[in-house]
């Protein structure tokens, strides 16, 4: 009897250790294979030409160009040129040699803002032919643009070129190297100091090539996941079956049941002390599971709340451009209101962007990577600039605006891009909720910090809901009334707030007549 003990204790043991060794090999695969294929995927939709030249600058300096992998480096139909500082070819990894000027060099752009050049065509109400070229950063920089005429006469830009024709290879070179080829340039210096220039002419993956690599790619890791997860509860179940049945199969006929999300109850078993503990920890497992599905079904469908309204959130700037596009269409436009009206119809098709982004930039300032790009601004001429530019729409739409700004500049450290967002995002959550003829009011207090109030004489927002207002996914139908918002736009403006080391209030107590204040402080600097 003693022994039976013995011998039944000995393989309770080996029993756990193996189950514990089993969970941590599939817990081990599981994230490392999210890793390997998570970087394959970051691969897809970026790459780092900085860094990948970087791997090559001692062979380029050295002169040993043929020792550099073009095909790695650019792509199987890529090749790449090094021209000196005269803009002659010294080499080339194809049969294509050419020399360049100084201007066409100009608008070839620096590998480390390579990204998404989009090249337009649209005409004007004179049927003037105009070209916007874009270029759109992997970094979160500024954004270049130009806007050229048919004849390649520059109208419009920030690309700084310094010029005001583009020749049509240095608009084939502005628009990213036309064809199937992404065009860059990296410049560094020989070892005999000589200033040389490598122009590298990749392979473009179009979006739609990226995106069925991308399927391919989720498609194998779901199988080789589900490959391996299946492998190794084979290879663990026979082991298992060898020694102990009675309690296995109760547990696999409980856990195929939970898998075909089937309610089978606790499992009821009486034996050895160590199963019945498993047992007991299975069903409140299960128990806990159940409880997570109800959890995650309830937010399943607050998202898709959310997403109808945000979809119903996008017909008002819609339905804006179409009235002002066509008002101006027709004719009924007098001359000095089509650059307001124009304003206006730019400003909403920017919100509409915003919109659609919405989930997209909450992810964002979600990630630990999450950085501001701050710059010492006056924050009284930056709030006096923005409250300029929203006028129109404040007069159009029949709202008031207040505001107290001492004439005195006032600087901080600011990311002046998402600092936009948070006055956005506020003053979108005004017109949202409020009637026409409610006040917004905006002040600015300069003390040991600054102080910006931004209150309304509008519905407010009950006392239920102000302790949950900054909690991501609370709609507005749980704040003010209207049932409106993607509920992500108050939990944006907390993250960039807090991204800027201060702090965003809803203050319980406000002053007459105002229903609702929000407080924002951040740190001044010299």
Not at 160 to 187: C, D
Not at 263 to 280: L, M, N, R, S, T
Not at 311 to 317: E, G, Q, Y
Request: a negative charge.
């Amino acid at each position: 009897m003693k022994k039976d003990k013995m011998k039944r204790g000995s393989l309770i043991s080996l029993l756990i250790g193996n189950y514990i060794l089993f969970t941590t090999i599939l817990v081990f695969v599981v994230f490392l294979l999210m890793i390997i294929f998570g970087q394959w995927e970051s691969r897809l939709t970026q790459r780092n030409y900085v860094d990948e030249v970087g791997k090559y600058e001692a062979l380029l300096k050295k002169g040993e160009y043929d020792r550099i992998p073009v095909s790695t480096l650019v792509g199987k139909r890529g090749y790449i040129e090094i021209i000196n500082q005269s803009g002659e070819n010294i080499y080339s990894s194809t049969w294509t040699k050419g020399s360049y000027t100084s201007k066409e060099l100009n608008c070839i752009v620096d590998i480390e803002n390579i990204g998404n050049i989009y090249t337009q065509q649209f005409y004007t109400e004179n049927q003037e032919k105009q070209i916007l070229i874009t270029l759109e950063t992997y970094e979160g920089g500024e954004n270049r643009y130009i806007l050229l005429d048919e004849n390649h006469q520059i109208i419009s830009d920030n690309w700084g070129l310094g010029q005001r024709t583009l020749s049509e290879r240095e608009f084939a070179f502005l628009s990213g190297g036309g064809g199937n080829k992404q065009i860059g340039k990296f410049a560094y210096a020989a070892e005999n100091g000589e200033q040389h220039i490598l122009i590298m002419h990749t392979d473009y993956m179009s979006s739609e090539e990226s995106f069925r690599i991308y399927q391919k790619l989720q498609r194998y890791e779901y199988i080789l996941l589900i490959g391996l997860y299946l492998a190794i509860i084979c290879l663990f179940t026979i082991w298992l079956n060898r020694k102990i049945r009675k309690p296995l199969r109760l547990l696999n006929s409980a856990i195929i049941t939970l898998m075909q999300e089937e309610d089978g109850g606790d499992i009821a078993y009486k034996g050895p002390v160590e199963f019945v503990q498993i047992c007991e920890d299975f069903n409140s497992m299960r128990n806990q599971l159940n409880e997570s599905e109800k959890q995650r079904k309830h937010l399943e469908a607050e998202k898709q709340k959310m997403v109808a309204d945000i979809s119903h959130d996008l017909k008002t700037p819609i339905t804006v451009i179409q009235g002002y596009s066509k008002a101006i269409y027709d004719g009924v436009v007098p001359e000095n209101k089509i650059n307001s009206y124009l304003r206006t119809i730019y400003k909403k098709s920017c919100i509409l962007n915003g919109l659609i982004e919405t989930f997209f930039e909450y992810s964002k300032r979600q990630h630990p990577q999450y950085k501001l790009e701050l710059e010492r601004i006056d924050i009284s001429e930056f709030s006096r600039e923005y409250f300029a530019g929203k006028y129109d729409e404040f007069e159009i739409h029949g709202y008031k605006l207040s505001m107290e700004i001492p004439e005195e500049s006032i600087y901080c450290m600011i990311d002046t891009k998402e600092m936009t967002r948070v006055y956005d995002n506020l003053i979108s959550n005004y017109f949202k909720y409020n009637e026409p003829g409610t006040t917004l009011y905006y002040g600015l207090i300069s003390d040991e910090k600054i102080c910006i109030r931004i209150a309304d004489d509008g519905v407010g927002i009950p006392k239920e809901s102000r302790g949950s207002i900054f909690q991501p996914f609370i709609m507005g139908s749980t704040t003010r009334s209207g049932g409106q918002g993607s509920g992500l736009g108050l939990a944006i403006v907390e993250r960039i707030i807090q991204a800027h080391g201060g702090i965003i209030r809803l203050m319980e107590e406000v002053k007459e007549p105002y229903h609702t204040e929000f407080v924002i402080e951040l740190d001044k600097v010299k």
